[in-house]
């Protein structure tokens, strides 16, 4: 029997299965996939989330070619004004990386650390007397089904988690989701390490954005909340195209490939993610950022959160939910303030998406007030 099972190899679950790793235990780490394999994203990687990576061992250099630092934001209000923030090399500095990439280190730390890898699809929890103590999956190229066993279930088996379904209940209302569709695409003149936020008339009260991608290319997306999308008759694509008609000449429209689109679960409702026998970390657990959609360095966070109190309640012997709780008190001392603050200017962007032009028209007067206003939104530290 396996001491923890961790369900999903993204961000998240590598994360855990790396620190229990680290930490001796027997983890066995699941995925649908092998890698490298991609992911529908942004890209965007928060500079919390490299200092992660680092922690769990991860000492070489980052590879200039694939990681794009980010030395710039920017953010445009729906009047066209637009606050911008510069940050120095010395800063807490986020990158945008493809997924195929960056989810490759994190898997490849695990993998490293001395956790195992099974390629397999979480099919449901095993429960028995109301506690989760393992998962049925079906292996790759199997045809049945087969029963692991644990003693504890990590689950980051992303959004659409067969896991967190079963032993919450349903889902959340559509106020706490998003859909969200990107694209590649040529830029007629290079980002130059700044990533630009939208908040353009035509998509409100959705949002927009343009992050680069290596050499001219950027990743080009647009995000709204179910519940607002729902109301529309434009579908995202529409909306992708929208935006880039906004954009004119900047981009060259017959380079658009990869068009795709997912679900986001925020983390707008704060309540427990612990369950005897199971803790919900990264998407699984809804904790992605209800403003721009941000979730890797909250989903690394919550593994490494999860996993040190896993840690601590195998010593124990007790993996029932009253001891997992800590993992409750842990996430929300750290991610908390953040989560919150999202959640509320999200819900004025969307009542009153004409307050950006307000806040960013007086942020734009001094280039102090823009950093902080700029910094503050995008979530990362100033």
């Not at 911008?84 to 898997?107: C, G, K, M, N």
């Not at 706490?176 to 035509?202: D, G, I």
């Not at 490939?257 to 699984?284: H, M, Y």
Request: aromatic content about 8%.
């Amino acid at each position: 029997m396996y001491d923890v099972i961790v369900a999903g190899a993204g961000p998240a679950g590598s994360t855990a299965a790396a620190t229990l790793a680290q930490a001796g235990r027997r983890v066995l780490l699941i995925d649908r996939s092998t890698f490298p394999r991609d992911k529908t994203c942004g890209d965007a990687i928060q500079g919390g989330a490299i200092d992660l990576l680092r922690g769990l061992g991860y000492l070489d250099l980052l590879d200039a070619t694939q990681f794009t630092s980010i030395k710039e934001w920017t953010i445009t209000a729906p009047s066209g004004i637009m606050a911008a923030a510069s940050l120095s090399p010395h800063e807490h500095a986020p990158y945008i990386a493809r997924r195929i990439d960056f989810d490759l280190l994190v898997y490849q730390q695990a993998i490293a650390n001395g956790a195992e890898f099974c390629q397999a699809q979480v099919t449901a929890p095993i429960i028995e007397n109301g506690k989760v103590v393992g998962v049925t999956v079906k292996p790759h190229g199997a045809k049945d089904t087969v029963d692991l066993r644990a003693r504890l279930v990590i689950a980051a088996d992303g959004a659409t988690s067969v896991i967190a379904r079963a032993v919450r209940g349903g889902r959340d209302e559509d106020i706490h989701w998003a859909v969200a569709s990107r694209c590649y695409v040529k830029m007629a003149q290079p980002l130059n390490h700044r990533c630009e936020f939208y908040f353009p008339k035509v998509i409100l009260p959705g949002y927009a954005w343009i992050f680069p991608a290596g050499n001219d290319s950027a990743n080009i997306g647009v995000g709204m909340r179910l519940d607002k999308y729902r109301q529309r008759d434009s579908s995202l694509n529409d909306l992708l195209d929208l935006f880039l008609d906004t954009l004119g000449d900047r981009v060259d429209r017959n380079s658009i490939e990869s068009v795709k689109s997912w679900q986001i679960p925020f983390g707008s409702k704060f309540n427990e993610r612990t369950f005897d026998g199971c803790l919900l970390v990264g998407d699984a657990g809804n904790f992605v950022d209800p403003l721009l959609g941000a979730g890797i360095y909250f989903g690394m966070k919550t593994g490494q959160l999860a996993a040190q109190v896993a840690d601590i309640a195998l010593r124990d012997g007790d993996t029932s939910r009253q001891r997992l709780s800590e993992y409750d008190r842990r996430w929300k001392r750290a991610l908390t303030q953040s989560l919150r603050r999202a959640t509320i200017v999200q819900k004025v962007v969307i009542s009153h998406p004409h307050s950006m032009n307000v806040v960013l028209g007086l942020a734009a007067l001094h280039p102090t007030l823009s950093r902080w206003v700029v910094m503050t939104l995008s979530g990362e530290k100033i």
